[in-house]
């Protein structure tokens, strides 16, 4: 008897806060802004002695400090950052923000990380305004709320930010803040897998594979865990693998199936690991391999996916 091989469909978790800083663009010194990015060193000497004569520039001050993070002096960025967003320049508040929720200069401080986050979205940086969302969908420096998550959320997606809008999908898919609504969840997705990202294209292939909010559509499912798989999102590899195995919306072709879902079991996936010992323990599209299988069965169950257990 045939061992049958796991497609998995959906990701039902949120996307966590985003690390990198934002880049002021509105810059008042072109030298400073051409260096800060790719010559931080230099940027440094340059904005240093703009800075000594106008030393209560809010953009220099917030370009000078990030050429410190890009050098990993964050003490001295901290410094500079503060002063910045005390005068209230969006950017450096959000950076700020940044520094205290990753801990770089100062010690980790989640409330310190939302207090200014907060005053950089109330002046609309997008950046911000889903950081705060994922801070009170995760209940980080401020009690848990649903609600106003989403309202963050909406926020941000609403000018076009792709995490937002694949945030948003989400938490209509599982009805978190707001009634469950797979239409919504499809229409959220869509926006932010139009704009390539991959979480987004994979769920959306996801709703086409479970005709959830829209439907049911093998060809599409198929289309939207390519792309994903693509950029290397390690469950649409799966996925794709699966559905290439079976001949869900494509011809079935072992050889696909073999290639994605080894992409996706090098990035340690267990479903796939498990999908490959499937492959090899059937011989589908390779010589029957018992051995090999076990050590596909053995990995999965390692990485904690019970039904591969039965094989080791």
């Not at 959906?10 to 010559?39: D, F, P, R």
């Not at 080894?262 to 090899?280: C, F, H, P, R």
Request: with cysteine; hydrophobic share 30%; proline share 1%.
């Amino acid at each position: 008897m045939k061992t049958k091989f796991i497609i998995f469909a959906l990701i039902a978790t949120l996307t966590g806060c985003v690390n990198q800083i934002q880049v002021q663009s509105q810059a008042q010194n072109q030298s400073c802004q051409e260096l800060y990015l790719t010559n931080p060193q230099s940027a440094i000497n340059i904005c240093q002695n703009e800075l000594t004569q106008n030393p209560n520039n809010a953009e220099l001050q917030f370009y000078l400090g990030y050429a410190y993070v890009n050098i990993k002096d964050y003490t001295k960025a901290i410094g500079l950052l503060t002063k910045s967003a005390n005068q209230g320049l969006a950017p450096a508040q959000y950076n700020l923000g940044v520094m205290y929720y990753n801990g770089h200069g100062i010690k980790q401080d989640y409330q310190k990380a939302f207090e200014w986050y907060t005053k950089s979205a109330n002046q609309g940086l997008v950046e911000a305004q889903y950081n705060l969302g994922v801070m009170y969908e995760g209940g980080q420096g401020v009690k848990q709320d649903y609600v106003q998550a989403l309202e963050w959320f909406v926020k941000s997606a609403n000018q076009g930010y792709a995490q937002a809008e694949y945030n948003l999908g989400v938490m209509y898919y599982n009805g978190h803040g707001i009634k469950q609504d797979y239409q919504k969840a499809f229409e959220w997705y869509t926006k932010s897998a139009n704009r390539g990202y991959a979480q987004a294209e994979y769920n959306l292939g996801g709703m086409y594979y479970n005709g959830h909010g829209i439907k049911q559509d093998y060809t599409k499912a198929l289309e939207w865990f390519t792309k994903s798989a693509s950029q290397g999102d390690t469950f649409a590899q799966n996925n794709l693998g699966a559905m290439y195995h079976s001949g869900e919306g494509v011809k079935q072709d072992y050889v696909q199936a073999l290639e994605w879902y080894t992409k996706s079991a090098n990035q340690d996936n267990a479903e796939a690991q498990y999908n490959l010992g499937v492959i090899y323990h059937n011989g589908d599209g390779v010589k029957q391999n018992p051995n090999t299988a076990k050590q596909w069965f053995n990995k999965a169950c390692e990485n904690g996916l019970e039904i591969a257990c039965q094989y080791r």
